[in-house]
């Protein structure tokens, strides 16, 4: 198994920025794509950013410009820097990975979920 803890949510006002982190632990071997998804009620998990093992990364298009990913495969680690946030940016953001065990099994996780609101 894969836990993924997040930290850094909050609440802060438009304009401001927020940087989210997320740690991976347990059976790990190799892990490929780390992501953010967010949340709000009433509708589907979207993607936000996503980042692969070598760096390249991926934004949806609301975000792009003012969101940073980035990642430290040696503490597997993700974080997503937030800056000029609106409050359209609120939300439940989780964390993913996409892994493999020492056995070659692929896992697909989810973290707890952080919640980022903004005011206006």
């Known amino acids: 198994q894969v836990q993924l803890v997040e930290s850094g949510g909050g609440l802060v006002q438009a304009g401001g920025s927020l940087r989210l982190s997320c740690v991976a632990s347990?059976?790990?071997?190799?892990?490929?794509?780390m992501g953010w998804y967010r949340q709000v009620p009433g509708k589907q998990r979207e993607l936000v950013a996503a980042i692969t093992k070598s760096g390249s990364t991926n934004y949806a298009d609301s975000v792009k410009g003012r969101f940073t990913i980035s990642r430290d495969n040696a503490k597997n680690t993700v974080y997503l820097q937030m800056n000029s946030l609106k409050p359209e940016d609120t939300g439940v953001y989780y964390c993913?990975?996409?892994?493999?065990?020492?056995?070659?099994?692929?896992?697909?996780?989810w973290g707890q979920g952080t919640q980022v609101t903004v005011s206006s």
């Open positions: 993913n990975s996409d892994s493999y065990d020492n056995s070659w099994v692929r896992h697909n996780s």
């Open positions: 347990g059976s790990i071997f190799s892990i490929n794509a």
